[in-house]
């Protein structure tokens, strides 16, 4: 798909979630410190006030270089991933959400199942703490369909108006995903600060695996916006 096409369907997508009174845009930048790749990925999504929450993106990164390194950011990018995600808060208690959903993602050589159910405590009031897990399925077109499961821990405070928040994620797979193991870990950072009561930018630090057949870690640096109405 050309991606002035892919472009095209993301503005159409835009345009029609506000005409459906949707909730917010949202837009940023990845980049990996040792893989050294770009990604950019704009999205939408709505909350209905009681009822289900229903969000898209689209994920474009550049073409590789023709020594095969990494693409330039923001130069001659192209379609990498479609996600739809579909969930439902529920209020189960004083101060305790639960939230079951279903996530799907479209790659060029696979598809995605995440079916997940999140947990949201607000502990005090600047305090939060969130639990998730995420059962994935990747359904690739030449390689053997890949399982695995993905449990999410963390904390969201806020300081003098500024959002703090840290995750750690855990994978336990039916292949290799960390150093020839099954399992795989992950840590992240958030830093968001609301400029506007509509307008909030952010800055992410996350720790990562690189292959699954090394030891070797890598920081992707993400930042971002997310725009409310």
Known sequence: MKKTRIWSLATCAIVVSLNAQATSVSYSHQYEDVAKTHTDEI????????????????????????????GIAFHDERWHETKLKLSYPLAAADHL?????????????????????????????????????????SDYAYKPTRKKHRVDIGV????????????YTYYHGDSALYDHSRHDYEQAITVAYPVTHAFAPYLELTNESVSKSSDRRQTEFEVGFKYTF
């Open 43 to 70: 999205g939408v999504s709505h909350h209905l006030s009681i009822g289900p929450k229903i969000s898209a993106a689209l994920k474009f990164e550049p073409n590789e270089e023709k020594n095969g390194e990494a």
């Open 156 to 167: 969201n405070t806020t300081f003098h108006h500024v959002g703090i928040g840290y995750q």
């Open 97 to 137: 959400t639960l939230e079951p959903g279903v996530s799907w993602a479209r790659k060029q050589d696979s598809y995605k199942y995440k079916p997940f159910i999140k947990f949201k405590y607000k502990a005090l009031t600047a305090l939060t703490l969130t639990s998730r897990y995420r059962y994935e399925i």
